[in-house]
């Protein structure tokens, strides 16, 4: 217990001490230079707008004052003044043609050279359009259905400028108009209406540079709108797009408004000449991109003070995690079987004990290793001693009885043929004792089995052993090709009446080495196939027939390594083709390492 309460106390020291030196002053740091940056950038956003503002409506209200007083040079103009006096007739005259002719000119240069009027009209006192004039040229009044609203303006004096449809029915076309009032040669009053397109008043507002997804517009002393990018709203309140009358009433430094789940930046400015407003609209998330660089510094900042804490947290830990380290390293080789690895144990502190309880861990772990080993050598060498018994005597009395009764009706030839391969097999059977030979013994073995086999089934069977020269001197333990083929023999040709066929086949693929029996018996029912697959996967085996291919398989297993053993791949009346994979080298199970499978 005292030993845990040690270790619990480091860590949680070491935990505070890392969120004392590092964490929370850096999270300070972080959010007082972003907070302090964004700040920083949406005032100096909103000073900008607002400088580019102020310029876009000083260079409006210059214009509009430029068009008004263009009024002057008809006003001056006294023979404009004498013509307008008269009552001209197009077509009558060639006099009147010229007085015509006249007035064009002096109407058509006004609009040339004031490039944002758009047009002139002049009417007399019954409100009746007298001339046109536009930046196509001359237009005549007879020619033109106006349909110009009443003038409206409640103080003349002031020049002031009213937005107006067009009056020629187009849609979506608006101009700001404004009235003079001139008198010609015998005293009347001549109306004179200036008219700029609202359009050329949008285009000096989008001169003015915000952030993507903002917009401009301009309003009126009541605030309704004059112009914006969107024409449906034009002679609309401010109210449409969520504004109040008391917004702009609230800041004149800017404020910020949420507008269909968007915020943003409002700033406008006011004209002194018209008392107008020119607003902008800057998204809230659009101004935060500008803060890159600020909050840049302040990463750069937080890293450096991250940095230094962490040097001094690990100065005063390695102490700590150097001996952690050591012992992690040590616990890896153990997990992959190295057990050879001893702790130093002359510490003194926690980790000491910590390393001799490992070293002592290890040493029992590797005796219980080498006690299971053996015994399951034992085991292997148990079972293939009993499935060595099993087919000598069974294989001897089924052998014996052939040759008994071919000597008995006389047919000495084969009989000799069956006796030469008989004694070879328990030849190789034998061989001093060795369980590993190599493929050619195992197959010279199987080739002797097969032909006594053959003589059981007469000319009712044929074999063939194909195998490449390359793999001949691999090794592979003696009795595991022939379990194989005579389990194809017994139970793969059993009941079957036609030809019999079985062929060996054996080729290098990659790092492995392939065996494959295959024979065209009554083939294997699909319930039956997963049943011996599922036995391949369990340790403990049972005693029915699968016995013999399920000890092949664990010692395959065993001695190439869990990527190799035996594979079943049946069709029932189609045949069986059993695999054996096994590598080029062989696990060596007392050290852990590998040889070659040529030097066995």
């Not at 001490?17 to 907070?35: A, H, K, Y």
């Not at 937005?163 to 005293?187: C, H, M, Q, V």
């Not at 607003?279 to 003070?305: D, H």
Request: proline share 2%; net charge negative.
């Amino acid at each position: 217990m005292k030993n845990i309460h040690v270790l619990r106390t480091i860590k949680y020291k070491l935990i505070i001490l890392s969120i004392m030196l590092v964490v929370i002053p850096t999270c300070i740091i972080e959010l007082i230079l972003v907070r302090s940056s964004v700040n920083l950038i949406k005032e100096e956003t909103k000073k900008s707008v607002s400088n580019q503002l102020k310029e876009a409506s000083k260079k409006i209200d210059l214009t509009l004052e430029l068009v008004e007083y263009s009024s002057i040079d008809l006003l001056l103009d006294d023979k404009l003044l004498d013509i307008l006096s008269e009552d001209l007739t197009v077509g009558q005259s060639y006099k009147d043609y010229e007085k015509m002719v006249y007035i064009n000119r002096v109407l058509s240069r006004n609009v040339i050279m004031e490039t944002s009027l758009e047009s002139i009209y002049l009417y007399d006192y019954n409100d009746e359009c007298l001339f046109a004039s536009n930046r196509k040229g001359f237009l005549y009044v007879e020619d033109l259905d106006i349909e110009w609203e009443k003038w409206s303006a409640p103080n003349e004096e002031a020049m002031p400028w009213v937005l107006r449809e067009d009056p020629f029915g187009a849609r979506d076309k608006y101009y700001l108009s404004s009235k003079k009032t001139i008198k010609d040669g015998n005293n009347n009053i001549i109306d004179v209406y200036l008219n700029v397109n609202e359009r050329a008043i949008h285009n000096m507002l989008e001169n003015i540079n915000i952030r993507d997804g903002g917009y401009k517009f301009l309003l009126d002393d009541k605030l309704n709108f004059i112009s914006h990018e969107d024409l449906t709203l034009i002679k609309k309140s401010i109210e449409t797009i969520g504004f109040s009358e008391n917004d702009f009433s609230k800041s004149q430094n800017g404020f910020v408004k949420k507008i269909d789940n968007t915020e943003y930046l409002v700033v406008s400015t006011t004209s002194k000449y018209l008392n107008w407003k020119y607003v902008a609209l800057i998204p809230i998330e659009g101004i935060y991109p500008g803060a890159s660089k600020i909050i840049g510094l302040a990463i750069i900042i937080s890293l450096i003070v991250f940095i230094v804490d962490i040097i001094g947290i690990l100065i005063i830990s390695k102490s700590i995690y150097s001996p952690i380290g050591k012992l992690k390293r040590a616990m890896e080789l153990a997990g992959s079987g190295q057990f050879t690895t001893n702790l130093n144990n002359n510490r003194k502190d926690e980790f000491g004990i910590l390393y001799r309880s490992y070293n002592t861990m290890v040493i029992k772990i590797q005796n219980l290793i080498n006690e299971v080993y053996i015994q399951s050598l034992l085991k292997k060498e148990a079972e293939m001693k009993a499935l060595q018994n099993q087919i000598n005597p069974h294989f001897l009395y089924n052998t014996l009885d052939v040759l008994h009764w071919m000597v008995k009706t006389n047919n000495g030839e084969d009989a000799c043929d069956i006796i030469f391969s008989l004694a070879n097999f328990y030849r190789l059977v034998l061989s001093k004792g060795k369980n590993i030979v190599k493929i050619s013994e195992a197959l010279a073995l199987i080739n002797h089995y097969l032909v006594i086999q053959k003589n059981n089934f007469r000319k009712n069977f044929t074999y063939s052993i194909d195998v490449k020269e390359e793999i001949l001197s691999y090794n592979i333990p003696k009795l595991v090709l022939q379990p194989i083929v005579e389990n194809a023999i017994i139970h793969g040709f059993n009941n079957k009446k036609d030809h019999k066929v079985l062929n060996i086949k054996g080729n290098i693929e990659g790092e492995y080495i392939i065996l494959k029996v295959w024979d065209n018996g009554v083939g294997i029912s699909e319930d039956k196939l997963n049943e011996i697959n599922r036995q391949f996967h369990i340790a403990d085996f049972n005693t029915d027939g699968n016995f013999a291919l399920q000890n092949i398989n664990q010692q395959i297993i065993h001695m190439y390594g869990r990527d190799c053993g035996l594979y079943i791949e049946s069709q029932e009346q189609e045949g069986t083709c059993v695999s054996i994979k096994i590598t080029k080298q062989i696990t060596d199970l007392l050290t852990g390492g590998t040889i070659k499978n040529e030097n066995l």
